[in-house]
């Protein structure tokens, strides 16, 4: 899902410098859309200023200002064939977005959309004073209803949201990653403990054996009530420790727990599928209950009531029910083989059954990913034929001199109409307010 934040300030002419600014080379400046599209940075800022100026705004925050940060991962239909960050549509999402948050059509608003370390996110940026006068709002309420709009459109690209990403929880960190490419010995402490906890849960049987197969790997097993905490002194012999929280829930006790009975049942039952898992297990790492999650996601995607849910997931070899209560349960057989028997959906993710049901819902009103997807694309096409179709209206007006027509007195004034308004400093007057 794209990271939305919002930011203000009282210099609206350096932060258009800064969206323009680009070093040779660098990539950074990719495209650039929005009503004020076309023009150079002091020409953005003098039509800012000019609305400001009509409304007598000479104070105050000046500007609006929206991140939208794109993982590469994960760029639904923002992407070429090839895999690649198309930017021109990461243009026309934040120009999408603009519209459907009410900015597009009563701000100058400017879309610059950035590239620079195969990183692309989009800016946009608008007037805080508006066409009628009025300054723009901006509460807590009205930052929920923009990431609102943002996480609608994201998933009308094939977006998914973070409840829907299924994540490799071993996978280092990108911060990390980028430490490592730029060379040096880079050490993590929290994957170092995770590899020990790893390799002592795959071989034990029982919590006992468990806490004695970490303490030969020098790592100390302390239960807090119900829940697991390590403790360790790491590669520069500094101590740490870290709850099951903070590692991952592959590390967390009652997922353990059972993990310990169902390996020594498979070893009971089929001891050549368990030296299989041991050994698949040291090159591939696997945790079940992501597995789940991403065949549930997947299942989504395609249904629009608890049937036709039920029969997706049977498709991916889950059988789901529903108890008494109307909470969903699961039942599958892994990878390696091992049966998990009536697996409750807030298990998987607290919250789980009401996503379950709200995105049936949504489906049902909207329509599936791949209908939502093929909707989104007819309508950006259609506007693209509808903006063509308004440029050539205006061309033949213009080509056959007819003067345009004048605003309703009670609609926002036009362009032309504010640089007519403008006060104008006569000779031997000290000062424009005067005047006005």
């Given at each position: 899902?794209?990271?939305?934040?919002?930011?203000?300030?009282?210099?609206?002419?350096?932060?258009?410098?800064?969206?323009?600014?680009?070093?040779?080379?660098?990539?950074?400046?990719?495209?650039?859309?929005?009503?004020?599209?076309?023009?150079?940075p002091e020409a953005i800022e003098r039509e800012f200023q000019e609305t400001r100026d009509f409304y007598g705004d000479k104070g105050g925050r000046q500007y609006y200002h929206v991140a939208l940060s794109f993982e590469r991962s994960d760029l639904g239909d923002l992407k070429t064939p090839e895999g690649a960050p198309d930017y021109e549509r990461i243009r026309d999402y934040g120009e999408e977005w603009a519209k459907e948050a009410s900015i597009a059509q009563g701000y100058d608003y400017l879309v610059v959309v950035h590239g620079?370390?195969?990183?692309?996110?989009?800016?946009?940026?608008?007037?805080?004073?508006?066409?009628?006068?009025?300054?723009?709002?901006?509460?807590?309420?009205?930052?929920?209803?923009?990431?609102?709009?943002?996480?609608?459109?994201?998933?009308?690209?094939?977006?998914?949201?973070?409840?829907?990403?299924?994540?490799?929880?071993?996978?280092?960190?990108?911060?990390?990653?980028?430490?490592?490419?730029?060379?040096?010995d880079r050490y993590s402490w929290r994957m170092d403990l995770q590899d020990r906890i790893r390799e002592a849960g795959s071989r034990a049987f029982s919590e006992e054996e468990f806490k004695a197969r970490l303490k030969a790997r020098g790592v100390e097993l302390r239960i807090r009530g119900e829940k697991y905490s390590y403790a360790l002194k790491d590669a520069r012999g500094k101590h740490r420790v870290a709850?099951?929280?903070?590692?991952?829930?592959?590390?967390?006790?009652?997922?353990?727990?059972?993990?310990?009975?169902?390996?020594?049942?498979?070893?009971?039952?089929?001891?050549?599928?368990?030296?299989?898992?041991?050994?698949n297990e040291q090159s591939e790492r696997y945790i079940w209950q992501r597995d789940l999650r991403g065949r549930i996601t997947e299942a989504l995607k395609t249904s629009k009531n608890h049937d036709g849910f039920q029969a997706a997931l049977e498709q991916r070899g889950v059988k789901a029910t529903l108890d008494n209560n109307g909470r969903y349960r699961f039942e599958f057989q892994d990878r390696h083989g091992l049966v998990h028997a009536s697996v409750s959906a807030e298990r998987l993710r607290p919250g789980t059954n009401g996503r379950i049901a709200s995105r049936l819902q949504e489906n049902m009103e909207r329509g599936t990913a791949s209908e939502r997807v093929t909707s989104a694309s007819m309508t950006r096409a259609a506007g693209r034929e509808a903006r063509g179709l308004v440029a050539s209206l205006m061309r033949e007006m213009e080509s056959s001199g007819h003067e345009p027509r004048g605003r309703a007195a009670d609609g926002p004034p036009t362009r032309e109409e504010m640089r007519d308004e403008r006060p104008r400093r006569r000779d031997g007057q000290e000062s424009m307010d005067e005047q006005w």
């Open positions: 899902m794209p990271v939305l934040k919002i930011t203000h300030g009282n210099r609206s002419a350096k932060m258009t410098d800064y969206l323009f600014s680009q070093e040779a080379g660098s990539g950074r400046l990719q495209a650039v859309g929005g009503n004020v599209a076309g023009r150079d620079e370390k195969e990183h692309p996110h989009a800016h946009v940026i608008w007037n805080a004073t508006g066409f009628d006068g009025r300054k723009y709002h901006d509460d807590k309420h009205n930052l929920d209803y923009l990431r609102d709009v943002n996480d609608r459109l994201a998933r009308n690209h094939g977006i998914q949201r973070e409840l829907d990403r299924v994540r490799d929880p071993h996978r280092p960190s990108d911060k990390f990653i980028r430490q490592a490419e730029r060379g040096g709850r099951e929280g903070r590692l991952g829930e592959g590390y967390h006790r009652e997922h353990l727990v059972e993990k310990f009975a169902q390996q020594k049942e498979q070893l009971r039952v089929d001891p050549a599928g368990y030296r299989l898992r041991l050994k």
